[in-house]
């Protein structure tokens, strides 16, 4: 797989436009990030692409034409990536190796409810060194004797005291499991509009970041949290590291069930005491699915530059055939609309032969991720 998250980010002023000589005047002025280009790369130094059309495609009193422009960046770099994965037939080096994984975790009685000390309970997440093997949190549920509109779930590094994600559950039925739907209320990495695709992606980004330096990630919440007549249901995994699913799991990431005292947590909710963490076969009501995946996103970061002309073609592609659609510019002659669709044709064109020219060391790639197939990718496999 790759992380959308991370490929935008990284493909992020790899290249740029030119600013339309009328901007300020007639045309809305560009950002910055849209006219600095890493590459030195402009995408409006192509035939036919041109700001001025698209300002006349998306209509000269609105200014749109920057979230128009930045949208397509972001998409255009997905698909490069994913046509270029397509283009090699290297889809095993982005395959899943456990997907969805439920780490067992079952109740002992669902009328029985664990008593309340004022806690921080979740689960540990420790990521094992490993070149393109990434752990990802897929979903987090939990069961509670109760409803309650807000229960906030904090999510760490043991790299610093703040949380990197605060964000919202809510528990919707009584007695049973319930899958939450994630909203965030505060984060040093994403933002009140972030959706919950986006916060799991956030999530794995930041678990698989650092995973060779021996960071390790908390998830979880505190008790003292949860409504007064609120409490969690008895639920335990088998053990701590026995049992076929544990040891699977283990082999990619740890994923132990933790608590830690409250006399060892504070109440500005920062990182509580490392050296206080107890493990345990409790889950506190908590739920967890994980996902290991082979994940090529940094080798694709790393080596981006070479990504620029595609991403140049990728963006005026679409642009041509939002214009030869477009019936805002109807009003053109049938042989300037027919313009557009034989350029984006012949970029198209362009394109794949780009792609298929490209060259990646995937030497480094884990063995689990590689199989039989040969590291490196490119024209000598094709």
């Not at 992606?201 to 003292?224: L, Q, V």
């Not at 073609?313 to 477009?326: R, V």
């Not at 053109?332 to 198209?348: G, I, Q, T, V």
Request: proline fraction near 2%; aromatic fraction near 10%.
């Amino acid at each position: 797989m790759i992380n959308n998250a991370q490929i935008k980010e990284c493909f992020q002023c790899l290249v740029g436009w030119k600013e339309s000589t009328s901007a300020g005047t007639c045309y809305e002025e560009l950002s910055d990030n849209l006219k600095h280009s890493d590459s030195e790369i402009y995408v409006n130094d192509l035939p036919a692409v041109k700001l001025e059309i698209i300002n006349e495609m998306l209509g000269k009193d609105q200014n749109i034409v920057n979230d128009y422009l930045t949208e397509l960046y972001s998409d255009s770099s997905i698909k490069v990536v994913r046509s270029f994965i397509t283009a090699h037939k290297k889809n095993n080096y982005a395959k899943a190796i456990l997907q969805n994984y439920d780490l067992g975790i079952y109740a002992q009685n669902i009328r029985k409810n664990e008593t309340k000390r004022d806690r921080f309970v979740g689960f540990e997440i420790i990521p094992h060194s490993g070149n393109s093997v990434n752990a990802q949190v897929m979903q987090i549920g939990g069961m509670f004797s109760a409803t309650q509109g807000v229960l906030p779930i904090y999510f760490y590094s043991s790299k610093q005291a703040d949380p990197l994600l605060t964000f919202n559950a809510t528990i919707t039925k009584a007695n049973s499991l319930v899958w939450f739907d994630l909203s965030v209320v505060a984060s040093g990495s994403g933002s009140s509009s972030d959706t919950c695709d986006t916060l799991l992606e956030i999530i794995a980004k930041s678990i698989n970041a650092d995973s060779g330096n021996n960071a390790r990630y908390y998830i979880g919440y505190y008790e003292t949290d949860l409504d007064a007549n609120n409490y969690s249901i008895q639920t335990q995994t088998s053990c701590l590291s026995c049992g076929s699913r544990a040891k699977k799991m283990n082999a990619y990431a740890t994923v132990r069930p933790i608590e830690v005292r409250s006399g060892n947590t504070y109440n500005d909710a920062t990182l509580f005491d490392l050296t206080s963490v107890g493990y345990t076969t409790t889950t506190y009501g908590l739920h967890i699915k994980m996902n290991v995946t082979c994940d090529i996103s940094q080798i694709i970061c790393d080596n981006k530059m070479l990504f620029a002309e595609a991403q140049r073609l990728q963006q005026a592609i679409t642009i041509l055939w939002d214009c030869y659609n477009s019936t805002a510019l109807n009003r053109l002659m049938a042989s300037k609309k027919e313009d557009f669709r034989l350029m984006a044709e012949k970029y198209e064109g362009d394109l794949a032969e780009v792609l298929k020219s490209l060259t990646i060391d995937f030497s480094n790639v884990d063995p689990i991720c590689v199989g039989s197939k040969k590291a490196v990718f490119g024209l000598m496999n094709m």
